[in-house]
């Protein structure tokens, strides 16, 4: 439950931060969409994408792993495609935005809460 909470606020968080500072990704409209378009985002992360993976494993064997962020980017391009106030100009500005997603959805996934609890006696 947490890791899909996670999923969906890093993509909440990376679709803002691509928003606002990688050239050629912009917004048009209210905020309600960004957040909409990010919990869509962390789902299709969460449930769709693992199954990505595995279907394609082959090819990422194959390039080394870097088939994966043909895949990041694909998925990235269906929420541009879904979200008509979502606007990405060029296969570049994709690239850079998958990365930043990338790598908040990354470093909130190295935040790990610590749950146990130690009774002295």
Known sequence: MRSLV???FAGILGLFLA???IPG???IGNWQ???LAGFILGLINFFIKPILKMITSPLRM???G???LVINMAIIWVIDILFVEI???GIISLFYATLLIWLV?????LYKPNNKTIIEQ
């Open 33 to 35: 969409i960004i957040v």
């Open 62 to 64: 194959l390039t080394f």
């Open 87 to 89: 606007i990405i100009q």
């Open 19 to 21: 928003m606002k500072f």
């Open 105 to 109: 959805s990354f470093l909130l996934g």
């Open 25 to 27: 990704v912009e917004f």
């Open 66 to 68: 870097l088939f994966g």
């Open 6 to 8: 996670m999923q969906i």
